[in-house]
Nanobody, 117 residues
């Protein structure tokens, strides 16, 4: 099973930017899509953005226009560029694989993003 390692989180002021990276131990082309998810304190994990094999992205309405998802198949990596960050973006961010049946793989350790007001 593909292992995922997320990085790039940190503490940033409101309005700032961060770029998250996710590197897979195997080929990400095996999967229908790759997604970034987040779990804020006291809330359920939610999908932030996903990108399929054809590089077509989809975004949660809450991040539309601020976040950009991209992928580098040669590096088995997926990225999340986050701009204009808000305190409500504070969460642990995870990436995951998405199969054609829309099932998810194993979760990595995630990376903490904290946005101060």
């Amino acid at each position: 099973q593909v292992q995922l390692v997320e990085s790039g989180g940190g503490l940033v002021q409101s309005g700032g930017s961060l770029r998250l990276s996710c590197v897979a131990s195997g080929s990400i082309m095996e999967f229908y899509a790759m997604g970034w998810y987040r779990r804020a304190p006291g809330k359920l994990r939610e999908l932030v953005a996903a990108i399929n094999k054809e590089d077509v992205p989809n975004y949660n309405d809450a991040v539309m226009g601020r976040f950009t998802i991209s992928r580098d198949n040669a590096k088995n990596a997926v990225y999340l560029q986050m701009n204009s960050l808000k305190p409500e973006d504070t969460a642990v961010y995870y990436c995951n694989t998405i199969s054609a049946q829309l099932t998810l793989g194993s979760w990595g350790q995630g990376t903490q993003v904290t946005v101060s007001s």
